[in-house]
């Protein structure tokens, strides 16, 4: 059996710089991951290809064709379909769904390299990268699960070696909400394009203090909308933000999960509890961000 880790992914900032013709955003935006907030899929060889799914938020999800975990499947059979074997799939499902931090799209990136070990696949980095961006835009960047910086409608991948030590704890007041309403809330015109991206920070930011004061100059284009269209959202970031040691607070992707950075993993643990305390029907983590 093979077990991958679907970690939960932190938009830090997220700039939208524009709309292509075929409806979809561009995006500039900073990328780390839950060290250990994710979902958790376990893969082995079986007579027949079947997904299940448990865990706290697994109630309603499909499991049939449209779920991502089986596309992923779908996609790696039919490019090596002589080599890929049916296989059962369990997914124990620990993050919110639509919650902006990547849970799908985690989901199927964890397959994807779960298939590639159980069956021994050679498959090169580009290849699986394009297989990645086949099932949505967010799967190409949770593929490595690394910091990173995202552009384009994803596809654009650039490395940030250099990423500062951040801990953080996310918030989700259990609500879900439409990431493609939310675009639509910002009314950009198709051909648009804007000079909104994310000026510097990539390559000269390494200590936590010098990261916190860049990052006070980002911001996430996403998230005036989906307050106006959820606005307990505007709760969850404000009491976030009045956490003890929190040096800034802002949502992740397009919500309704919210995050707050903190210096230490002491500080994040026990804001964390006293948020949980506050709001016992919030989803509440700690975690480090790598």
Not at 38 to 57: I, K, R, W
Not at 121 to 127: I, K, M, N, R, S
Not at 249 to 277: I, K, P
Request: hydrophobic share 45%; charged share 15%.
């Amino acid at each position: 059996m093979i077990t991958e880790f679907a970690a939960a992914k932190i938009n830090l900032a997220l700039h939208v710089t524009g709309k292509r013709d075929d409806g979809y955003h561009l995006l500039d935006s900073a990328v780390m991951f839950a060290s250990d907030a994710g979902d958790v899929l376990d893969v082995s060889f079986a007579d027949e290809t079947s997904l299940t799914v448990s865990g706290p938020f697994s109630q309603g999800l499909e499991t049939d064709a449209g779920n991502l975990v089986l596309k992923a499947f779908a996609a790696l059979h039919s490019r090596y379909p002589d080599e890929v074997r049916p296989c059962s799939m369990n997914l124990h499902k620990a993050l919110p769904v639509a919650s902006g931090i990547g849970g799908g799209s985690a989901d199927a990136a964890a397959a994807l390299r779960a298939i590639v070990r159980l069956n021994g696949l050679a498959v090169d980095e580009p290849t699986l990268a394009g297989l990645a961006l086949q099932l949505g835009a967010d799967v190409p960047v949770c593929i490595a699960s690394n910091a990173c910086r995202m552009r384009g409608i994803g596809e654009i991948i650039d490395a940030w070696p250099h990423a500062p030590s951040l801990h953080a704890v996310l918030v989700n007041p259990l609500i879900g909400v439409s990431t493609a309403g939310i675009f639509r809330h910002l009314g950009l015109v198709p051909g648009n394009r804007t000079d909104t991206g994310i000026k510097g920070g990539f390559d000269d930011v390494n200590t936590t203090d010098a990261s916190f004061a860049w990052l006070q100059t980002c911001r996430n284009d996403l998230e005036p909308a989906a307050c106006h269209l959820e606005p307990v959202i505007s709760d969850v970031l404000h009491a976030v933000g009045q956490l003890a040691g929190c040096r800034l607070s802002r949502m992740s992707g397009s919500g309704a999960t919210c995050f707050g950075l903190f210096e230490d993993a002491d500080g994040a643990a026990m804001a964390a509890a006293e948020l949980a305390r506050q709001h016992p029907k919030w989803w509440v983590a700690a975690t480090a961000l790598v």
